[in-house]
Structures are given as C-alpha cells and as structure tokens.
T-cell receptor
Framework: GENVEQHPSTLSVQEGDSAVIKCTYSDSASNYFPWYKQELGKRPQLIIDIRSNVGEKKDQRIAVTLNKTAKHFSLHITETQPEDSAVYFCAASRVDTGRRALTFGSGTRLQVQP | GAGVSQSPSNKVTEKGKDVELRCDPISGHTALYWYRQSLGQGLEFLIYFQGNSAPDKSGLPSDRFSAERTGGSVSTLTIQRTQQEDSAVYLC?????????????FGAGSRLTVL
C-alpha cells in the first residue's frame, strides 16, 4: 500500500518568512496530493490539492509543487502570518481507479512567531 | 446535513467495555472514511466505504474493530473489549469521491478515553 513520509515534524518561523514542508510517497500509481490544515482543537480542512498532470499550483500565499519522477511534493507558504500556525498534513491517493482512500503523512506543526 | 456529524463527542469507558461511535455524513456523499488520531499524532486510516463496493478494511488495527454503513449513509464504528491504547480521537470524513479529486470533509471527531 501507499506510504507517505513527511518532514519536518515541527517548524518554527518568524512572521513574514517562508515555510516549506516536504513529503514523499511510495506508490507510483498515486495521482492526487492534497494538503490539510488542522488548527488546535479543530478538524482537518483542505487548503490546496494538486493532481499528477500538473507540476505546480498556487493559491495566494500557498503553493504546492510535485515531482512525480522523484515521488515527492512540497507545500510552500510565503509571508507567513500567526494565523498560519497549525498542523499541516500531506496525503496521497489515486482518484481514477483502485483504492482511493487518502494516506496521510505524520504531520508538521508550524509555529509562526510574531 | 450541512456537515459531517459525529457522536458522542466524548466517551469515557472502562477497559474491556464495548463502544460504538456514530458518523452521519454529508447528504449525497458516496464515500465515508474513519481515521484515528492519537494525541499529537497523525491521521491513521482505519476503514473506507465507497457506494455499494466492499469496504476497504485494511487499516483496522485488530479484529476488535469493526464498522458498518447502513443504507449508504450513517456509519457506526464498534470497538469491542476496549484497551487503553484505543484512546484517541476518531475522525469520520465523507466525500463525493469523484474521478479526479477526493476532497474530504471531516467531522469534529469522537474523543475516546479508555480508563
């Protein structure tokens, strides 16, 4: 089955700096890679996703890049703000045929220092 | 409903007792998932229901865990003879699970404490 590795486990940045979180996956058949944000005491929510037919996707201050050859993808947050502080999870799955259950990484706790 | 509803929100039980956790997905969502999140840890996949297909039970940690989804809607996760290591937040999620994307909407979770 799919295995997703995520690092770093914790990340502390100064407000205004950029943050990068990296994930690798094992199943070359995976073709859908979402990122979820979980604020303290709340449920995970999707913030951005990317499909395997594109290499990069941006949404305001966040972007995701995908390297299918190397089987890794990354989340980039620019101009970080205190409200970006949360745990971020990457995930991978297939969305065409076969098993579609998302396999999540272990999470990255991002702390943005004001 | 407007979102994914889970009950109970909190459950404290004694070791060896059975517990049932309920999930009411968003109306029309064909896929339903159960994940487990231990304190400060990641999201551990348990089971996945998709339409009328056989469920993917590959994440269930032992035969004490079972789940069913009745009428393609409400799901119940049952843990028999609970152990202290079962203490965690059990998250349910649902999605349309259409080809090309699979956006999960999570419930607020059921926090289980086994004494």
């Amino acid at each position: 089955g799919e295995n997703v590795e995520q690092h770093p486990s914790t990340l502390s940045v100064q407000e205004g700096d950029s943050a990068v979180i990296k994930c690798t996956y094992s199943d070359s058949a995976s073709n859908y890679f979402p990122w979820y944000k979980q604020e303290l005491g709340k449920r995970p929510q999707l913030i951005i996703d990317i499909r395997s037919n594109v290499g990069e996707k941006k949404d305001q201050r966040i972007a995701v890049t995908l390297n299918k050859t190397a089987k890794h993808f990354s989340l980039h947050i620019t101009e970080t703000q205190p409200e970006d502080s949360a745990v971020y999870f990457c995930a991978a799955s297939r969305v065409d045929t076969g098993r579609r259950a998302l396999t999540f990484g272990s999470g990255t706790r991002l702390q943005v220092q004001p | 409903g407007a979102g994914v509803s889970q009950s109970p929100s909190n459950k404290v039980t004694e070791k060896g007792k059975d517990v049932e956790l309920r999930c009411d997905p968003i109306s029309g969502h064909t896929a339903l998932y159960w994940y487990r999140q231990s304190l400060g840890q990641g999201l551990e996949f348990l089971i996945y229901f998709q339409g009328n297909s056989a469920p993917d039970k590959s994440g269930l940690p032992s035969d004490r865990f079972s789940a069913e989804r009745t009428g393609g809607s409400v799901s119940t996760l049952t843990i028999q003879r609970t152990q202290q290591e079962d203490s965690a937040v059990y998250l349910c999620a649902s999605s349309f699970d259409r080809v090309g994307a699979n956006v999960l909407t999570f419930g607020a979770g059921s926090r289980l404490t086994v004494l």
